[in-house]
């Protein structure tokens, strides 16, 4: 496990990261956290946005199936369509969790019912 530890040992109590950390190991995860850090440093063009740094994110939602495959999974209104920022958060989720579980990626579209 690496030995880099989080910034906010705090965060770690809350259910979401607790699953996180369960399920993913620690290092995986400090990993994805200082490559983002260091793109926003960098201002890296997908996130230096209109003047702004935008943050990479993680998608929506994420589903553990029978299977123990990991999707992520991006929902999108009509008219809305994936930021750089969001497109950069899937691209490290791939690279860092995707190289030691199986992991889709899935960019869904929602429409109203008629």
Same mark, same amino acid.
């Given at each position: 496990?690496?030995?880099?530890? %989080?910034?906010?040992?705090?965060?770690?109590?809350?259910?979401?990261?607790?699953?996180?950390?369960?399920?993913?190991?620690?290092?995986?995860?400090?990993?994805?956290?200082?490559?983002?850090?260091?793109?926003?440093?960098?201002?890296?063009?997908?996130?230096?946005?209109?003047?702004?740094?935008?943050?990479?994110?993680?998608?929506?939602?994420?589903?553990?199936?029978?299977?123990?495959?990991?999707?992520?999974?991006?929902?999108?209104?009509?008219?809305?369509?994936?930021?750089?920022?969001?497109?950069?958060?899937?691209?490290?989720?791939?690279?860092?969790?995707?190289?030691?579980? %199986?992991?889709?990626?899935?960019?869904?579209?929602?429409? %109203?019912?008629?």
């Amino acid at each position: 496990m690496n030995s880099i530890q %989080p910034t906010n040992l705090k965060v770690i109590k809350k259910p979401f990261y607790q699953a996180l950390i369960k399920h993913i190991d620690l290092g995986c995860l400090i990993n994805i956290q200082s490559e983002a850090k260091n793109l926003i440093e960098s201002k890296c063009d997908d996130l230096f946005i209109d003047g702004k740094n935008k943050n990479p994110v993680a998608p929506d939602l994420w589903i553990v199936d029978k299977n123990d495959c990991y999707n992520f999974i991006e929902s999108k209104l009509p008219g809305d369509s994936i930021g750089k920022h969001q497109r950069t958060g899937l691209a490290l989720i791939e690279k860092y969790i995707g190289a030691v579980k %199986p992991v889709s990626i899935v960019i869904m579209e929602l429409y %109203p019912e008629k």
